[in-house]
């Protein structure tokens, strides 16, 4: 069904990219939503990598959404009316995102999750906002949140929650103060260097060094050889989980011995797969979701997820899966709103999540917190903090 599914994606974005922009799709923002039937299949629409880099993302965000759309029309859909669920590929690329929201708008589709890459989510948002179609992304930066967009959710916290959660751990906790950062200069790690330097700030602390590198690179031996010339207590990461585990791979092969600190993203297999186990012990993630093992919630999704794809769920599916149920339960209440209706239900629906209860403020952030695992054995463990 994936592989199917996956045909399909680079099908389409190879078709947005041959017809080129704005010839066979509406002008941008053209569409008032104004093609979105009453009757028939609600359409939905998930656009993530789908291919490249960061496909993980993109086969996880899926997996999510998909799960949660087959068990609401198992149940009969909405309000009568079954969910159409397709998904689009972005390649992590913001041209071909921007080029994909005009054409979901075109065809229709009422609201988007994804994309889980922060310059996608920022450049699709001016069109989604015109076009008036609500997306939840699970894309962090806090540029995301500048964009002011109503029609615009996070399905997670920004940055600025996962970093200060961080901080409080390594400074305030463990009294830890030395820390050399390395980040990507793409919106992502623009978002995770500025909130975590912010948080330092906060408490009088400068990086002892301050690396930036770039989104597509793979040797990271002179920015290391850098680090390492400073001997931090902490390497604090600011990357996707690819290009994270390369990071801490590498990192370790020179000597150096740091606690690796980060985000999410390596919390992630991927990351654990790509820098080593050996390499990733001891690593400090701030996450919304470290275990599928602490609600009776999380333990049905992630039978549930088992039982349809054969792999462990994780922090990204679950987003998935929860921003996916907040839309479903909006049109259900707002009686399969779309447009502002359903972005206003959307802001009005307090749902209890995977990653926490959603209470969604002005800026379109739902969740407000994370916590603190240390990947133990190769695993993610839940950390006591105060």
């Known amino acids: 069904m994936i592989r ?17 922009v704005g010839s066979a799709c509406s002008a941008p923002g053209s569409s008032s939503n104004t093609n979105a039937s009453t009757t ?16 993980s993302l993109g086969a996880w965000e899926y997996k999510g959404a998909k799960l949660a759309v087959d068990q609401w029309n198992a149940k009969g859909g909405v309000n009568g009316r079954k969910i159409q669920l397709d998904v689009f590929d972005d390649t992590g690329d913001p041209t071909i995102g921007t080029n994909l ?30 076009a008036k179609i609500p997306s939840i992304t699970s894309g962090q930066s806090p540029s995301i949140t500048a964009v002011k967009s109503p029609f615009q959710f996070l399905n997670g916290p920004t940055s600025t929650t996962y970093d200060e959660t961080l ?54 031996s002179a920015a290391l050889t850098s680090i390492r010339q400073k001997n931090p207590q902490v390497l604090f990461v600011g990357t996707e989980e690819v290009e994270a585990g390369l990071i801490v791979k590498q990192a370790r092969e020179l000597g150096l011995n740091a606690t690796v600190a980060g985000a999410a993203p390596m919390g992630t297999t991927v990351y654990l797969q790509t820098s080593g186990a050996a390499n990733a012990e001891g690593t ?8 599928n093992d602490t609600s009776d919630a999380s333990r049905s999704f992630a039978q549930a997820y088992k039982t349809a794809y054969n792999e462990d769920a994780e922090l990204h599916g679950a987003k998935s899966f929860d921003g996916t149920n907040i839309f479903l339960t909006a049109m259900k209440n707002s009686n399969a709103a779309t447009g502002q209706q359903l972005a206003d239900a959307i802001r009005a629906t307090k749902y209890p999540g995977l990653l926490g209860t959603f209470t969604f403020d002005q800026t379109g952030v739902g969740i407000h917190a994370t916590s603190i695992g240390v990947i133990t054995g190769g695993k993610l463990i839940a950390t006591a903090t105060s």
Do not use: C, W
Request: avoid cysteine; glycine fraction near 8%; hydrophobic fraction near 45%.
């Open 4 to 20: 199917f599914r996956r045909g399909r994606v680079v099908a389409s974005a190879l078709a947005v990219l041959a017809v080129g």
């Open 40 to 55: 028939g299949p609600i359409k939905m629409a998930v656009v993530d990598a789908q291919s490249g880099q960061l496909s």
């Open 101 to 130: 929201a005009r054409k979901i708008a075109s065809e229709g589709y009422v609201a988007m999750i994804g994309t889980a890459e922060s310059a996608v989510t920022v450049a699709m948002a001016p069109v989604l906002q015109q």
């Open 167 to 220: 901080a409080k751990y390594l400074v305030d906790q463990k009294d830890l103060k030395s820390i050399a950062f390395i980040s990507n200069n793409g919106s992502y790690g623009k978002g995770e260097h500025d909130a975590f330097g912010k948080a330092l700030a906060d408490r009088g602390i400068k990086p002892v060094d301050d690396q930036v590198v770039t989104t597509d690179q793979k040797d990271f």
């Open 284 to 291: 400090v993630v701030s996450s919304p979701y470290l275990s």
